[in-house]
Nanobody
């Protein structure tokens, strides 16, 4: 089992910035990818950004050029820098990861989710 703990979020004005932080903890796991999803009221959960073990990144179309995902000094941590925020960025942001553990002679992958952190952008 891998636990994800999120921090950051809160209230910002349109055009402002916020930074989210996520840390993964557990025993004997490797990280395939980590990233962020978000869900606004009445909408489906959508990908915001992800970073893979080779440091390749992927962004949702609505945040490209405004958000940046990167690793912290500890490889089990990721940050999401959110700039030029818009009211439509208002949502609960969930840290997500794809992890692997080895047992029974093989590698087994599984996802894990954080509890979410609220981001509210006022106009």
């Amino acid at each position: 089992q891998v636990d994800l703990v999120e921090a950051g979020g809160g209230l910002a004005q349109a055009g402002g910035s916020l930074r989210l932080f996520c840390a993964a903890s557990g025993s004997d796991f490797s990280i395939n990818s980590m990233g962020w999803y978000r869900q606004a009221p009445g909408k489906e959960r959508e990908i915001v950004a992800s970073i893979r073990s080779d440091d390749s990144t992927n962004y949702g179309d609505s945040v490209k050029g405004r958000f940046t995902i990167y690793r912290g000094n500890a490889k089990n941590t990721v940050y999401l820098e959110m700039n030029n925020l818009k009211p439509e960025d208002t949502a609960v942001y969930y840290c997500n990861g794809d992890f692997s553990i080895t047992y029974d002679g093989g590698s087994h992958s599984f996802p894990s989710w954080g509890r979410g952190t609220q981001v509210t952008v006022s106009s």
